[in-house]
């Protein structure tokens, strides 16, 4: 093992033989002071893009006509890494984001071509199968090949050098390591897969008492997860270097936009969907509020009809228990009264009862008629008694005209065979309106089904140049014409392959029709089958816990899941996770090249040095308004 600066440059030049001949077991080049963390570095979150682009580089270079062994020298020297972390100066978002997010951006999509997407446990025998497949690829393709190792919140890129005289395997490490690399980034050489996988498994392991602990078996889980990415150089290489780099800069500007509009459309899909939630509420109520009106209305006009029903027989009882009595219609010789005036108020024997009629005007004089003698109060009750009747009757023979004229029969002219039909023969197609006989009809949506046409639109609307909205032959209608059986099927067949896709479940090994639509919108596939209930991501094919809040491919939400429940904090300066065993509030950030001290309890940044009279002062200064115990 040997660490490279600007005194044994030679010596690694001496050495260059024995790392290719396979002398070493383990090959380190590292640069002190050079790092994702350093001024040259851009940030915690910039591994992914200094892998991409050690990658780009370095298969760039062999697939340009390279030999191994000047690509072995490229890689020791401290130019070449600042090559790779050149582009991170530029990289100002914080958040991590994943691989194939930034193999996105065109100057990564144009030069790199990514041969397979792998998921497992970060465990030795998985990184084993990872790195045998990655020495295939690159065996197949006779060029060198990349795997780039995903496992929040770090990212690793392993290369398997094509040409060399041994198996020769390269692990580019943005970040600085304390038992290998503690000042800076690092390439390290390996001759076999199996020694590459032990060195991962141990870096990339995680507490297996976490499983044991209740109530975080699933979230571990997803921490132990990992996922690989092989990469081979794309045919289309550029070679020009300035153009090469101007491309990168514009591309990874592309990154940083497409994450603020992915941001953007999150909240914008939330905004809508609570919108559509606040309209149907809405909706519903006024449908609520309309029906209880109408119900409202219907009462009072049944109270309003009681009353003048009781104010009616009240006259009529203050009347007759006062002598008095309406005053008559002449006596014509027929048993029919005028209508009876009481109280200055008229009524119609063929209105409904206490309806009030206003008053005619006054009629041509008249001769005198013959006086006739007053009928007494129980003679206009009669007469009352039968306007009642004749009323009732007349609403009777009202209705039964009313029903007479409903069910006579009406006509209509078909559109298809230009013949004249009866109503009860029509099928009208919605929301044309237009009316065809069902022969005719029928004789066309079984055309339309063996032809496998869907939808069925209208024949009137689909002749017309001009139509905008045409008619359609829906499912009620087609099953109201009668098809057979066999031409029902397929035409529930169209309607499914319409609006609908398989899909199947890993769990239960069933397949179900869903939604296409919500299908294709939503990340998160829930099983639909009854007993089953199985949630798993449709990018990753993983199973998802609802119980843990947004799922993420890659683990990094989980982890930030886990950080909230227990409590854990940041640090300020570089974003490393802490937990505070015990002691005081007064932490120390750990990784190298950092030198943060922060406060457990706060969270606030302290002061960032690494000499002791700073420290203690602003040490005094945070906990005169802190607590430090």
Not at 15 to 28: M, R
Not at 101 to 122: M, T, W
Not at 355 to 366: A, L, V
Request: glycine fraction near 4%.
């Amino acid at each position: 093992m040997s660490e490279s600066n600007d005194n044994d440059r030679a010596n690694i030049s001496q050495d260059l033989p024995k790392i290719l001949s396979g002398e070493f077991p383990e090959y380190i080049v590292t640069h002190p002071g050079h790092s994702q963390y350093s001024k040259a570095g851009g940030g915690v979150s910039a591994c992914g893009v200094a892998a991409l682009n050690c990658t780009r580089i370095v298969l760039g270079l062999h697939a340009a006509g390279i030999d191994s062994a000047q690509l072995v020298q490229e890689l020791t020297e401290r130019r070449f890494l600042d090559d790779i972390l050149r582009p991170c100066l530029s990289w100002s978002i914080s958040s991590h984001l994943a691989v194939d997010e930034i193999h996105k951006a065109p100057a990564f999509d144009h030069s790199l071509k990514r041969v397979s997407s792998n998921f497992g446990q970060a465990s030795y025998g998985f990184l084993k199968r990872l790195l045998d497949r990655t020495a295939e690829v690159m065996q197949k393709r006779k060029t060198s090949a990349c795997v780039i190792i995903t496992r929040p919140p770090e990212i690793i890129a392993c290369f398997s050098i094509a040409d060399a005289p041994t198996p020769l395997f390269v692990i580019f490490d943005s970040h600085p390591r304390p038992n290998k690399h503690p000042d800076g980034a690092a390439f390290i050489f390996y001759h076999s897969s199996t020694s590459v996988a032990r060195y991962l498994a141990e870096l990339l392991k995680y507490d297996e008492g976490l499983l044991r602990e209740q109530g975080l078996q699933w979230q571990a889980q997803l921490l132990t997860q990992c996922s690989g990415d092989i990469f081979v150089a794309s045919d289309a290489v550029s070679s020009d270097k300035k153009w090469a780099e101007v491309a990168l800069d514009a591309s990874l500007q592309v990154v940083s936009l497409r994450a603020q509009v992915r941001e953007r459309e999150t909240q914008t899909q939330e905004l809508t969907d609570e919108k559509r939630r606040m309209h149907a509420e809405i909706t519903s109520l006024e449908h609520d509020l309309l029906r209880i009106d109408s119900l409202l209305q219907r009462e009072r006009s049944k109270v309003e009809h009681y009353k003048q029903q009781i104010a009616t027989l009240r006259d009529m009882s203050q009347l007759a228990s006062q002598g008095e009595a309406p005053k008559p219609m002449p006596y014509t010789g027929y048993s029919f009264w005028r209508p009876w005036q009481s109280a200055g108020r008229t009524y119609n024997a063929f209105a409904p009862l206490g309806q009030h009629i206003p008053p005619s005007p006054p009629p041509p004089p008249k001769p005198e008629p013959k006086p006739v003698p007053e009928p007494t109060s129980d003679v206009d009750l009669v007469a009352l008694e039968l306007q009642l009747a004749f009323n009732e009757e007349n609403e009777q023979l009202e209705a039964q005209m009313q029903e007479l004229q409903r069910i006579q029969p009406k006509f209509f002219d078909c559109k298809i065979c230009f013949e004249q039909h009866q109503e009860d023969d029509v099928a009208i197609v919605h929301p044309c309106e237009h009316a065809y006989c069902r022969k005719c009809i029928l004789n066309y949506a079984a055309s339309k089904i063996e032809e496998h046409r869907y939808p069925i639109l209208c024949p009137m609307c689909t002749a017309d140049p001009q139509g905008n909205a045409p008619g359609e032959i829906d499912d009620e209608a087609i099953r109201q014409l009668g098809l057979t059986e066999e031409q029902y099927v397929v035409f529930v067949e169209m309607q499914m392959l319409r609006y609908s896709i398989l899909m199947h479940c890993r769990k239960c090994t069933q397949s179900v029709f869903v939604d296409k639509e919500e299908y294709q919108t939503t990340n998160i596939i829930h099983c639909p089958l009854a007993g089953c209930g199985y949630i798993w991501c449709k990018q990753c094919s993983q199973a998802v816990d609802p119980s843990v809040g947004e799922h993420s491919c890659d683990g990094t939400k989980e982890l930030d899941h886990i950080m909230k429940q227990h409590g854990w904090k940041h640090c300020p300066g570089c974003q490393t996770p802490a937990e505070k065993i015990a002691g005081c509030n007064h932490m120390t950030c750990r990784a190298p090249g950092c030198n943060t001290h922060f406060c457990y309890l706060c969270g606030e940044l302290i002061v960032r040095s690494a000499l002791g009279s700073e420290i203690n002062n602003a040490k005094q200064n945070h906990y005169t308004r802190c607590r430090l115990f």
